[in-house]
């Protein structure tokens, strides 16, 4: 790669910024960059302001809020005290403007996210996707003004001042919680507490991947951090534990997450609920774990501590800091009634009176604004130097800097579809999730970013790409992940991991009933426009003796109801090659790929190529498109529909029998196309699917008939569950004929 071509690398995660934010406002030249600077290292004074922690309080005392003490008005603010307070005020404010928001974690977290962005965070605010930035998270989403300040005074396009002042309003880059879709800058959407720092496992999973499979004694050209700010709540929610245990194993050394330790949630101080010991928790995890224990005015002590947090590099870092929420409001700080609610006119003034910030509404003092301006060019400096040190290494190691940059810019390698297996009816039946293998293996050579893994059942949803060993602590290189018995935590991690560069392409898996323990995961998916393909084995009936606890139901129609989510169900290996081809060409919906455990015929008439119109014909010997009945079936009962179309034509009739493999993908298809494959004069239709009929009828119409199960499974052989539940051919066929 030549000089100029790496900053056709940078322009090319530029456009990226541009598409995803559906805006013009970030387009920026980089042309001319300027040469390297290093970033500068502030330093402070204690600040004035002091607020000493309450200790825990017994149950039987009441929890009221602590008292701030004056401001010595003889001190002399610091510059990073004043920027400091300049963050806790656009907090203050937006939340003021709204009447809606956080105010009380950006108060208390401002001096560490001042550290975090001023001080120690390597960034271009000009192309928030520059490859080897740092990553911020911030789990505890509700304090999201804390990182909209940081955004605005480092620079970044995307949260002007009058982003600020419409905070959580309509069109606003400045949403209620951090959404990466919307605002450049913000790199996961977070809000339901511990997804964040799942996320965040996630990115600091990728970059270790990335670092031991394309850094080179003579170039380390992946080197950057993953920050992490969670709360109490995060902590509470199991899905952090699962996160922070697998960052244990793993040896995660370049995550630091930081535990806004301020004892209060919205329903009063922790101890009513959470009095466990944090730091032996997560030392147990296998975290390094260090105490800041003034957060509130020491940020020695939180330098200090980031910078032992970067010498322990075989462990992840849980730095405890202990502060205050609301801090500077002389009435309300320490008590959850800071936690989400705007602080009020008054106490706003007294808090600008306690704090000594005799400023308008959403000003940045100049002294402030022309400390944190340096970011532009040095984050310009930064990425040059490594837009050079890629040219040097592209022409180093060509092949590995190819791979790199496909996952890079996620441009897909040309003619990677050409590797998917084709199938004939000849080829022997087989479960889909064993077709679902072949397709995974065929496509892992081709595909750069394909990584992923499975619940502790790699060898039942068969998920093992068999050219790769295991993501470990000693072969981060590697490309099969052990997710353990913790599915919330894989389906999150999987999305930090997707949206830690576009050609990511995580996969995971489970038993598709146990997306149930996954859903707000695979929500945040959809959200987050984050590529991520679920792979769901045992999705029905068919599993059989494992019974109803195990046997899917209502599982097909609650996804078909999520937004911005492709829900598949392949026949047989044909539709899966298919699912997996769309699943892998949608870079910003996530897939579920719901397959069976039972063998399945490959049919005549299926096709790679149909599964992405989601509902295609598979057999008809009607004319002039008008068919006697219409048979719509998917997955293992295409099958079904299948023979019971072949019974009914021996009957003379003319008889239509249609994949509906994805509601989804149909529906994006034009009206012509719908009008070919479902006319809307034919109104006798059959579904027949061994899940609920809930939604069917929007596809058969009112004279329809859906044949499926609306009640639960049952623990018998499949054949025999099949028989007594009606889904058979011989129920469609009479369906078949009371419909027309």
Request: aromatic residues 8%; hydrophobic residues 40%; negative net charge.
């Amino acid at each position: 790669m030549t000089s100029s071509s790496s900053v056709t690398l940078s322009q090319a995660l530029l456009a990226r910024a541009i598409s995803h934010s559906n805006s013009t406002s970030d387009r920026v030249s980089l042309s001319s960059l300027p040469s390297f600077s290093g970033l500068k290292s502030t330093s402070s004074a204690a600040a004035s302001v002091k607020l000493a922690r309450v200790p825990r309080r017994r149950l039987s005392r009441p929890v009221r809020a602590a008292a701030v003490e004056t401001l010595d008005k003889t001190t002399e603010t610091s510059l990073v005290e004043k920027s400091v307070n300049t963050i806790r005020f656009l907090a203050i404010d937006a939340v003021e403007k709204a009447n809606s928001g956080h105010p009380g974690l950006p108060m208390g977290c401002a001096p560490m996210g001042h550290i975090l962005y001023d001080e120690i965070m390597r960034y271009n605010p000009k192309n928030p996707y520059w490859f080897n930035r740092d990553r911020f998270v911030l789990s505890a989403g509700h304090g999201c003004m804390l990182q909209y300040a940081l955004l605005h005074l480092a620079g970044y396009d995307s949260v002007k001042e009058e982003d600020l002042k419409g905070f959580r309003q309509w069109g606003s880059k400045t949403p209620g919680h951090p959404e990466n879709f919307e605002t450049p800058g913000v790199e996961v959407t977070t809000g339901p507490l511990g997804q964040g720092i799942a996320n965040a496992v996630g990115l600091a999973l990728a970059e270790k991947h990335l670092a031991a499979r394309f850094n080179k004694p003579d170039s380390e050209i992946v080197d950057h951090y993953t920050y992490c700010i969670l709360g109490d709540g995060c902590q509470m929610e199991g899905i952090s534990n699962e996160a922070a245990s697998l960052a244990g194993h793993w040896g995660l050394g370049k995550l630091i997450a930081f535990y806004d330790d301020n004892h209060i949630s919205i329903d009063g101080d922790t101890e009513i609920a959470f009095t466990e010991n944090v730091d032996a928790r997560y030392e147990a995890l296998g975290w390094h774990v260090l105490w800041v224990k003034n957060g509130n005015t020491g940020y020695d002590e939180i330098r200090a501590a980031i910078k032992e947090a970067k010498a322990v590099t075989d462990k992840p870092t849980l730095i405890k800091v202990t502060t205050t929420i609301g801090f500077g409001s002389p009435n309300k700080a320490n008590s959850y009634s800071v936690h989400g609610a705007a602080l009020g006119a008054k106490e706003v003034d007294a808090t600008r009176q306690n704090l000594g910030w005799p400023y308008e509404p959403f000003h940045v003092p100049e002294d402030v604004k022309s400390h944190w301006s340096r970011h532009t060019p040095e984050g310009a400096a930064l990425e040059a130097e490594w837009n050079a040190k890629f040219a040097e290494y592209e022409k180093k190691y060509a092949e590995e800097a190819a791979e790199l940059k496909s996952i890079i810019t996620g441009e897909l390698p040309a003619g990677w579809e050409k590797a998917l297996p084709t199938y004939t009816p000849e080829v022997p039946a087989d479960a889909t999730r064993n077709l679902s293998q072949a397709n995974l293996n065929a496509l892992a050579p081709v595909l750069p970013g394909l990584i992923g893994g499975s619940a502790d059942l790699a060898s039942s949803n068969m998920t093992l790409m068999k050219m790769f060993g295991d993501f470990q602590k000693g072969t981060p290189e590697e490309r099969n992940i052990r997710f353990g018995v913790r599915e919330h935590a894989m389906g999150a991690i999987s999305n930090g991991i997707s949206l830690h560069s576009p050609g990511f392409i995580p996969y995971c898996a489970t038993f598709f009933v146990f997306t149930d323990y996954m859903r707000n995961a695979i929500r945040l998916s959809a959200l987050a426009e984050s590529r991520v393909i679920y792979v769901m084995t045992h999705d029905s009936i068919g599993l059989g003796e494992d019974g109803p606890t195990h046997q899917p139901i209502e599982h097909l129609a609650s996804f078909r109801a999520m937004p911005n989510i492709l829900m598949l169900r392949p026949a047989d290996g044909n539709e899966t090659a298919g699912s997996y081809k769309v699943a892998v060409e949608n870079k910003k919906r996530p897939s579920i790929l719901a397959l069976s455990r039972q063998k399945l015929p490959n049919l005549a008439g299926t096709s790679v190529e149909g599964v992405a119109t989601g509902g295609y014909i598979v057999s008809d010997n009607s004319t002039g498109n008008k068919p006697d009945v219409i048979l719509i079936g998917t997955g293992s009962e295409l099958e079904i529909a299948y023979k019971a179309g072949e019974e009914l034509r021996k009957e003379g009739k003319a008889v239509r029998v249609v994949s509906f493999v994805s509601w989804e993908l149909f529906e994006d298809q034009s009206d012509a196309y719908k009008e070919s494959v479902l006319p809307a004069a034919v109104t006798a239709r059959v579904s027949i699917e061994a899940g609920s009929t809930f939604g069917w009828h929007k596809i058969i119409g009112t004279k329809g008939k859906a044949i499926g199960i609306d009640r639960f499974g049952a623990s018998a052989p499949a054949p025999i569950i099949y028989k007594e539940y009606g889904i058979t051919v011989e129920a469609v066929i009479a369906a078949a004929k009371e419909v027309c």
